[in-house]
C-alpha cells in the first residue's frame, strides 16, 4: 500500500495562493489521484482527481485550482489560487490503482490517504 503525506497548508488571505504537495512511497503510475477538503462540520467532498492525462474538478474550485503530478517526484500538487473563506478546511490526497479513468470516476474508496494539512482562509 502506498503511504501519502501532505504539506503546504498554511493560514493566506483571500484572494492569496497556497500549493499543496503530497508525496508518494512508491511511483503512482495510472493511478487515481484525488485531493479532498473537510470543513468543520460538513462532510469531505472532493476537490479535484487525476489520472494520467484525465483531471477534473468541484465545480466550486473550477478555474482556481490546478492539480498536477510529477511523475519522476512521485508527488501530487494542488495549486490554490484565488483563495477564499469557504475554502477553509484539512485538505487530504488519496490514491487508488485503477485501470481507466471511468473506474476513477466513479471510485469512493481509496486505499492510501495521507494525514491531511490545514488550509485556513481569512477575509
Known amino acids: 500500500q502506498v503511504r501519502l503525506a501532505e504539506s503546504g497548508g498554511g493560514s493566506v488571505q483571500a484572494g492569496g495562493s497556497l500549493r499543496l504537495s503530497c508525496t508518494a512511497s512508491?511511483?503512482?503510475?495510472?493511478?487515481?489521484l484525488n485531493w479532498f477538503r473537510q470543513a468543520p462540520g460538513k462532510e469531505r467532498e472532493l476537490v479535484a482527481r487525476?489520472?494520467?492525462?484525465?483531471?477534473d474538478y468541484a465545480s466550486s474550485v473550477q478555474g482556481r485550482f490546478t492539480i498536477s503530478q510529477d511523475f519522476e517526484k512521485k508527488t501530487l500538487y494542488l495549486q490554490m489560487n484565488g483563495l477564499k473563506p469557504e475554502d477553509t478546511a484539512i485538505y487530504y490526497c488519496?490514491?487508488?490503482?485503477?485501470?481507466?479513468?471511468?473506474?476513477?470516476?466513479?471510485?469512493?474508496?481509496?486505499?492510501?490517504w495521507g494525514q491531511g494539512t490545514q488550509v485556513t482562509v481569512s477575509s
Open positions: 488519496a490514491a487508488q490503482w485503477t485501470g481507466t479513468w471511468s473506474e476513477c470516476q466513479s471510485r469512493t474508496d481509496f486505499a492510501s
Open positions: 487525476l489520472r494520467l492525462s484525465n483531471f
Open positions: 512508491a511511483y503512482l503510475s495510472s493511478y487515481c
